[in-house]
């Protein structure tokens, strides 16, 4: 499982577009990106994942440089709904059944 | 479907006392976990399941034990309660470990321990 680093908390407005960033220098071969959301009060929810270039889907997208070592999640026009904690992970899909591990992920406020 | 669904939502528990955690996910899910969360932390993984009858430690597994008698149900027992486990606890479900991993989550257990 490779160590991902991602800033604690970033601020934003509505309507702006949101880009976190993870850095995962030591990814393997096969570990794919993920990235998961947290609402106060509530589990984390999966939102994009993606091996290499660009991932995208109704919630963000997602974007992987020809390294992967590291990967950006854009959110577009956000909104005071998207207030949340954002978690990165970078882990083997191929058979690896011990868990997820969770950093502590990006604090995004999103203010009016 | 209901997804993942996790009782009681809160309790409080005096140290030294034993306590059940229920899960049960509705989705044929073979792969099962759970989590705790603390304050400011991420997610840290407990006990996990790969199916009925199998179970593995996570990272922190101490004062906790787990069983799989069904591919529904996940319980999480604590043994005897200490304040220390205060916390939020995450049960999850994912379809196949290597082939689809993404973990869906229950709504939480919210537990104080006194």
């Known amino acids: 499982l490779a160590k991902t680093t991602q800033p604690i908390s970033m601020d934003s407005y509505e309507g702006q577009e949101v880009n976190i960033t993870c850095s995962h220098n030591?990814?393997?071969?096969?570990?794919?990106i993920t990235w998961y959301q947290q609402f106060p009060s509530q589990g984390p929810r999966f939102i994009i994942q993606?091996?290499?270039t660009k991932v995208t889907n109704e919630v963000a997208s997602l974007f992987i440089p020809a390294d992967r070592k590291s990967s950006t999640l854009s959110l577009t026009r956000v909104s005071l709904s998207d207030t949340a904690v954002y978690y990165c992970?970078?882990?083997?899909?191929?058979?690896?059944?011990?868990?997820?591990?969770f950093g502590k992920g990006t604090h995004l406020i999103i203010q009016p | 479907n209901a997804g993942v669904t996790q009782t009681p939502k809160f309790q409080v528990l005096k140290t030294g006392q034993s306590m059940t955690l229920q899960c049960a996910q509705d989705?044929?899910?073979?792969?099962m976990s759970w989590y705790r969360q603390d304050p400011g932390m991420g997610l840290r993984l407990i006990h996990y399941s790969v199916g009925a009858g199998i179970t593995d430690q996570g990272e922190v597994p101490n004062g906790y034990n787990v069983s799989r008698s069904t591919t529904e149900d996940f319980p999480l027992r604590l043994l005897s309660a200490a304040p220390s486990q205060t916390s939020v606890y995450f049960c999850a479900s994912s379809p196949q470990p290597g082939l689809d991993d993404t973990q869906y989550f229950g709504p939480g257990t919210r537990l104080t321990v006194l």
């Open positions: 989705m044929n899910h073979e792969y």
């Open positions: 993606g091996y290499k």
């Open positions: 030591n990814i393997a071969t096969n570990d794919y």
């Open positions: 992970l970078a882990r083997y899909s191929g058979g690896g059944a011990d868990g997820l591990t």
